[in-house]
C-alpha cells in the first residue's frame, strides 16, 4: 500500500466519515482498509433492498475477528459504520475509488473477498449484490477469473480453474501483508481458511536443495584428523607409563581431541517473523520441521541437529529437560496465535523453555555437521530478541533474513549494524565476513525493475561508506518457500537455482573461512605436542648416552625451582584476588554515578524517538514503540557503560596483572634456559610448545593461553554488547508488554477525556506526554531490577580475573611438569645397567619414528584439506 498517494480529497472523506479532524500522517494502512471494507460490506448489505439478521451478524463478527479488543480501532470503526451508512457513502463509486487509490493488487482483491462472503452470509448470493461487487471489481482491475473463484469458494460450488485458485491462494498469502499491520495478516487468513485447499502437486520428501559436497569432504578430513590424534595418544600414553614423556603432553592432546569430536559449525537465523525464517529453515533441511504460520511462530531457541534417531529434546530455565513427541514441540516452539496478535511478553515472562532440540537423522544439511539455530526474532521489540542475542555468541555464521517488498527498513538497517558490531568486536570500518542477508519473497516482485531497485537498495546500504559484511557472495535473493515447492516436487525452478547459490556461499564459509582455519589449529597443536615429545625423547637418549646428566646439585636446583613457581602461582592468586575486589570497588561507584544522571539522559533521548503510527488511531502502538525504543537506549546506556568506563578501569587492572604474569614467565624461560645452556636441553623449546599447543585447537578457541593479553577486552568489549544488555530487556519484559501500555494510555486518557478525545488535542503535545511516562515506569521498572542487574556485572569482573589466573596456573602446571619429568628420565636413568640403556636407545629410536610418521599422516590431511 502506497499511502504517500493518498489525496487530501480522501482525509477529508475520511474525516467526514469518522467525525475526526485528521490529518495525512493520521491515516495508515488499516484506517484507509477498514474504511474501504465497511463501505463495499454496507453496499452489499444494502445492494438487495433489505438488511438481514444474519448480514448485520456477519458484519460485527467481521470486524470483532479483524480488530482485537480494546484496539482504539473498535471505536474508530463504529464511527465509519454511521458515517457510512447515514451518508450512503457505499453508494458513491468515486469516493470507493479514492479510499482504494493507493491499494496494491492483492489488497484489492483482499476487499472484494469480504465482499463475496458477506454477500453469502444468507445463504445465497443475491444477483444484485453480486451485480454490485462486479461493477466494483470491474472498477479495480480485478481479474474477472478470480471472483469465479470467490463466488465459488463461498457458495460452496466446485471450481474448475485450478490454476486461477492457486494464483487468488498466492495473492491472498498472508505472508505477503505482514509487512502493513497484523490485521491484514488477520484479514488474509480469514479469508484463506474459506477458499478451497491450494492444488498441491505430490510431494517428494526426500529431495534435497544441495548434496553439501564441501561439508562432506570436510566432515571426512575432520575425522581422518581425529583418528590420528586417538593414534597419537596412544603412543604418547606408552611413553608416560614408562616415564619418558610428561603427563601435560596427553592432557593438552585430550584437549585437541574433544575439540575435534564436537566440532560443528553453528547457523543462526535472524530476522522478525515477517521474513520467512521457518519456511528458510525448512528449505534449508528439506523437510517441514518448523511451524509455518502468518503470526510470529517461532518463540523460543530451535536447534536442528543430527541425531541418531528423530526425537526433540525440550531444555528447560530450571536445568532440566525432557522428550517430547514431535506435535507437542510444534505446540511448545510456537508463540500462540492469541499471543502473536498482541503482546508476547507475558507468553515469552511465563515460558520455563530455554531451548529446544531437535534430533533427526536424515537431514541432509545437519548430518554434515551443522547446527541450525532459530531464533525467535530480532527486531524492535526487546522481548523477542533477549534469546537471540545469547546464541549469537557461539554462532560461526549468522543468516539476517529480510523480506523483498519492504527490504532493510530504517529498523532493520540499524539492527543490521548492531548485529556487526556484536560479530565483528566493535571493529567499524570493517564488515563482518560471518554475515549473510537473504532478501526473501522475491519472487513477489513482478516487475524487473522492482527486482532491480531492491537489489541497489540493499547493495547501497550494505556495501556503504563503512560496509556492514565483507567477503563475496554475501548477498541473496531467494524466494524459500517457491524453492522448497520446487523441493519437494522434484523440479528445478529459478528459485531452486538462486537457493542453491546461497547454500553454496554459505557452504563455502563454513568449509574454507572456518572449517579450514579449525584443522589447522588443531593441526599445529597436534604437531607442537609431538615437536614436545621428540625433544623430550631427544633429551632422554642423550642420558643414555651419557651427554646429558642432571647432578645432585642440579636436581638441588630444580626443587628449588619448582616451589619457586608454585609460589608464583600463589603469588598471582592473591594479586588477581585484590585487583579483582578493587575493581568491583571501582564498578560500584562508577555505577552509582552513573545511575544517577540515567533519567535525566533517557529523557533526553526519548526526543528522538519516532513511530509510524499516530496518537489518534493507534495509541497503543504508538506507546508500545516508544517503550521498545526505551529499552534499546537503556541497554545502549549500559553497554556503552560497561565498554567505556569498566572497561577502561579493567585495562589498568589487568595490566598490572598481566605485567606480573609476564614477568615471572620470563624469569621461567630464563631458568630453562640457564638449564639448557648448562646441561644442553631444551626446556625452553618444549614450554613454548606446550604453551602454543594449549592456545590452539579448534572452533571457538578463545586462544586465552598464556601469550594472549588485555586484546580481548579490548577488541570485544567487556560486555560484548550481549548479556549484561540482554539482561536488562528480560527485566523490562513486563515494560513492554500490554499491561504497562495500559498503565499509560489509562492515566493518560483520564486526563484527555478519552482516547478519541485526543484527536482535539495537539499530537506533539500528547507524543511528548506519553514518552514522559514511558520513560518514568521505565525508569521506575529498571531501579526494582538494578541490584541483580550489577550483580551480573560483578560476576563478569570475576571471570576475566578468574581466567587469566586459571590460564597462568596452567602455565606454572606445565613448567613444573617440565622440571619434574626431567628428574623422572635421570632417576630411570640411574637404576639401568648398560645394556638396559642400549635397549631402550633402540626403543627410543622406534618411538621417534612413530611420532615422525603421525606427523607426515597430519601434513598429508591437511595437503589434501586445501586441495
Known amino acids: 500500500m502506497d499511502t504517500s498517494l493518498i489525496s487530501p480529497q480522501t482525509v477529508e472523506l475520511i474525516s467526514r466519515l469518522t467525525g475526526q479532524s485528521l490529518r495525512k500522517e493520521d491515516i495508515n494502512p488499516p484506517v484507509l482498509f477498514l474504511a474501504g471494507l465497511v463501505t463495499v460490506l454496507l453496499g452489499v448489505i444494502h445492494a438487495d433492498g433489505t438488511v438481514g439478521a444474519e448480514e448485520i451478524q456477519a458484519l460485527r463478527a467481521t470486524l470483532t475477528e479483524l480488530i482485537p479488543a480494546n484496539n482504539s480501532l473498535r471505536q474508530l470503526v463504529m464511527a465509519m459504520v454511521k458515517g457510512v451508512r447515514d451518508q450512503q457513502v457505499y453508494k458513491k463509486l468515486t469516493a470507493l475509488l479514492a479510499l482504494t487509490a493507493c491499494f496494491s493488487e492483492e489488497e484489492k482483491l483482499l476487499l472484494i473477498s469480504f465482499g463475496y462472503q458477506m454477500s453469502a452470509a444468507d445463504g445465497t448470493i443475491d ?82 536443495v544441495s548434496s553439501y559436497q564441501e561439508l562432506k569432504k570436510f566432515q571426512e578430513y575432520r575425522t581422518q584428523l581425529d583418528t590420528v590424534c586417538g593414534k597419537l595418544h596412544l603412543i604418547l600414553l606408552d611413553r608416560i607409563d614408562r616415564n619418558v614423556l610428561s603427563p601435560n603432553l596427553t592432557e593438552e592432546l585430550t584437549k585437541i581431541s574433544r575439540k575435534l569430536e564436537s566440532q560443528c559449525f553453528r547457523v543462526a537465523v535472524v530476522g522478525d517473523f515477517s521474513k520467512g525464517k521457518s519456511t528458510l529453515l525448512n528449505a ?66 511465563k515460558s520455563k523453555i530455554a531451548e529446544i532440540v531437535f534430533e533427526h537423522p536424515e537431514l541432509e544439511l545437519c548430518s554434515n555437521g551443522v547446527e541450525i539455530i532459530d531464533t525467535p526474532g530480532l527486531n524492535e521489540q526487546a522481548e523477542r530478541t533477549l534469546a537471540t542475542q545469547q546464541v549469537l555468541k557461539t554462532a560461526d555464521a549468522v543468516i539476517f533474513l529480510t523480506q523483498a517488498h519492504n527490504a532493510l527498513t530504517k529498523t532493520e538497517e540499524e539492527l543490521l549494524l548492531s548485529l556487526k558490531k556484536k560479530l565483528n568486536y566493535g571493529k567499524e570500518d570493517e564488515g563482518a565476513r560471518n554475515i549473510f542477508i537473504a532478501v526473501n519473497f522475491f ?114 636446583k630444580i626443587f628449588e625451582q619448582i616451589a619457586e613457581v608454585s609460589g608464583r602461582d600463589v603469588k598471582i592468586k592473591l594479586l588477581a584476588n585484590e585487583l579483582r575486589e578493587e575493581s568491583v570497588e571501582e564498578a560500584i561507584e562508577s555505577w552509582n554515578e552513573w545511575v544517577e544522571g540515567l533519567g535525566e539522559r533517557l529523557m533526553a533521548k526519548s526526543h528522538r524517538w519516532t513511530s509510524e503510527h499516530g496518537h489518534i488511531m493507534s495509541q497503543d502502538k504508538l506507546t508500545k514503540d516508544y517503550a521498545d525504543q526505551f529499552v534499546r537506549d537503556i541497554t545502549e546506556e549500559i553497554d556503552d557503560w560497561g565498554n567505556q568506563k569498566v572497561q577502561s578501569m579493567l585495562k589498568q587492572n589487568m595490566g598490572v596483572l598481566d605485567s606480573q604474569i609476564g614477568e615471572d614467565i620470563y624469569a621461567i624461560r630464563q631458568e630453562f634456559q640457564q638449564f639448557d645452556q648448562q646441561l644442553s636441553t631444551s626446556l625452553v623449546a618444549q614450554f613454548n610448545n606446550l604453551a602454543t599447543a594449549g592456545s590452539l585447537g579448534g572452533i571457538g578457541s578463545s586462544g586465552s593461553g598464556i601469550a594472549s593479553s588485555i586484546g580481548e577486552i579490548e577488541d570485544g568489549g567487556f560486555f560484548g554488547g550481549l548479556g549484561i544488555g540482554a539482561a536488562v530487556g528480560a527485566a523490562l519484559l513486563f515494560f513492554t508488554g500490554l499491561g504497562f501500555i495500559g498503565v499509560v494510555l489509562g492515566g493518560l486518557a483520564a486526563g484527555a477525556g478519552g482516547g478519541l478525545g485526543w484527536s482535539f488535542l495537539d499530537g506533539d503535545a500528547v507524543k511528548a506526554q506519553i514518552k514522559e511516562k514511558v520513560c518514568e515506569l521505565g525508569f521506575e521498572k529498571f531501579g526494582e531490577s538494578a541490584e541483580s542487574i550489577f550483580e551480573k556485572v560483578q560476576q563478569r569482573i570475576i571471570a576475566v580475573f578468574d581466567a587469566r589466573a586459571d590460564a597462568n596456573s596452567d602455565a606454572m602446571s606445565k613448567a613444573i611438569s617440565l622440571w619434574e619429568n626431567l628428574l623422572e628420565q635421570q632417576e630411570n636413568r640411574d637404576r639401568q645397567n648398560q645394556a638396559e640403556c642400549e635397549a631402550k636407545k633402540v626403543w627410543l629410536a622406534d618411538k621417534r619414528r612413530e611420532l615422525e610418521q603421525v606427523q607426515n599422516q597430519i601434513e598429508t590431511i591437511l595437503n589434501q584439506s586445501a586441495r
Open 284 to 349: 534449508l533441511v528439506g523437510e517441514k520441521i518448523q511451524p509455518v504460520r502468518a503470526t510470529p511462530c517461532s518463540g523460543t531457541v530451535t536447534i536442528l541437529k543430527y541425531g541418531s534417531k528423530r526425537r526433540v529434546i525440550c531444555h528447560y530455565t530450571n536445568g532440566c529437560k525432557e522428550e517430547i513427541s514431535p506435535e507437542e514441540y510444534k505446540e511448545k516452539a510456537a508463540i500462540s496465535k492469541k499471543a502473536a496478535s498482541g503482546s508476547i511478553a507475558d507468553e515469552i515472562a
Open 443 to 556: 519472487d513477489w516482485l513482478e516487475s524487473e525493475e522492482d527486482r532491480q531497485e531492491v537489489k541497489e537498495r540493499v547493495e547501497t546500504i550494505v556495501n556503504g561508506a563503512k560496509p556492514i559484511i565483507a567477503g563475496e557472495n554475501r548477498i541473496h535473493f531467494i524466494s524459500a518457500q517457491s524453492a522448497l515447492e520446487a523441493i519437494w516436487d522434484g523440479t528445478e525452478n529459478e528459485y531452486v537455482k538462486s537457493f542453491q547459490d546461497f547454500t553454496k556461499s554459505l557452504e563455502q564459509f563454513l568449509t574454507v573461512e572456518r572449517g579450514a582455519i579449525a584443522l589447522q589449529q588443531s593441526a599445529s597443536g597436534m604437531k607442537q605436542i609431538i615437536n614436545t615429545g621428540c625433544d623430550e625423547l631427544t633429551q632422554y637418549r642423550e642420558m643414555l648416552e651419557g651427554k646429558l646428566t642432571v647432578s645432585e646439585g642440579d636436581k638441588a
Open 127 to 208: 444477483k444484485r449484490e453480486k451485480e454490485y461487487l462486479t461493477i466494483i471489481a470491474n472498477k479495480l482491475a480485478i481479474e474477472g477469473r478470480f471472483l469465479t473463484v470467490l463466488e465459488a469458494s463461498f457458495s460452496s460450488q466446485a471450481i474448475s480453474d485450478t490454476a486461477a485458485l492457486a494464483e487468488v491462494h498466492s495473492l491472498l498469502d498472508p505472508a505477503r501483508f505482514q509487512s502493513l499491520d497484523s490485521l491484514f495478516v488477520r484479514a488474509a487468513s480469514h479469508i484463506i481458511g474459506h477458499l478451497p485447499a491450494k492444488p498441491k502437486q505430490q510431494k517428494n520428501q526426500k529431495h534435497s
